[in-house]
């Protein structure tokens, strides 16, 4: 296979990096806390290393515990992430771009960059592998996971300050499901970048490359009713794996 031809120079040419503040309100210690016996963030860095893809994988928090756990798990945490970029308005590039700018620091250069969340633990090195092919391959910059919406966005509604209803599109309310196009939402799992190629197109443009996931491995985990759904699919998910391997 290509990709394994090619291990060695591919490893040194990406960083993953995973950004986890300690501070998150609506689930404590999200990042950490137990998901079927292990801390969610280390399903994200245990698929990063068994997908061979990186020279390193860095964790980029200011939480020490969320540091000590990271490690643990084989990932590199060489700084803690000064306060000014662990509140909740700082977005996730400028906690990537300042982890680039230390590695930089220490004499260390990358061509390509993946942003990967810490709370994926449906990540598949299949859909990492796939991402990084495809845009080394391309004039594009970015690559990143995305899955289909559920239900035609042109159909849909909302509901009135005096509680009714009113659609969005009416014109789209005699139109059938299959006749009207599909529509993709981001997966919030990972987002390959190409240093190397400037563009200041916004991620979900003409200058980044899809990667489509299957629905039953996209959950956003922002709430308790979305950790509990996360968990049933991932029981599922396990048993219907094991089922397949009799």
């Known amino acids: 296979m290509e990709y394994q031809k090619q291990e060695d120079t ?14 998150s309100k609506r689930i404590p210690k999200k990042n950490i806390k137990l998901f ?13 290393i068994k997908s061979k893809l990186f020279s390193k994988v860095i964790v980029s928090t200011d939480d020490e515990e969320i540091a000590k756990i ?27 771009n300042h982890a680039l700018e230390y590695l930089k620091s ?34 594009a910059k970015n690559a990143f996971s995305c899955t289909s919406m559920p239900f035609p966005i042109q159909r849909t509604f909302k509901i009135t300050q005096n509680e009714r209803c009113e659609m969005f599109w009416p014109e789209n309310f005699s139109k059938r499901s299959q006749d009207l196009e599909e529509a993709y ?13 400037k563009s200041d197109e916004i991620i979900f443009g003409k200058d980044s490359i ?23 699919m991932y029981e599922v998910l396990k048993k219907y794996k094991i089922q397949n391997t009799k």
Do not use: M
Not at 36 to 48: D, F, M, N, Q
């Open 106 to 139: 220490v004499g260390e250069n990358y061509d390509f960059v993946c942003t990967i969340y810490a709370t994926a633990p449906f990540l598949d090195e299949k859909y990492l592998i796939e991402g990084f092919l495809k845009l080394k391959d391309s004039s």
């Open 70 to 96: 990271s490690r643990s798990y084989g990932a590199d945490v060489p700084f803690l992430r000064p306060k000014e970029l662990s509140d909740d308005f700082t977005g996730t590039g400028a906690v990537v």
């Open 210 to 232: 899809p990667i489509i996931l299957p629905r039953f491995l996209v959950q956003d985990i922002d709430t308790l009713e979305d950790w509990q759904r996360a968990e049933i």
């Open 185 to 197: 939402q981001d997966a919030g799992q990972f987002y390959w970048t190409n240093l190397n190629i």
């Open 10 to 23: 591919l490893q040194n040419s990406c960083v993953a990096i995973i950004p986890a503040r300690g501070g």
């Open 36 to 48: 079927h016996g292990k801390p969610l963030i280390a399903y994200s860095i245990e698929v990063a």
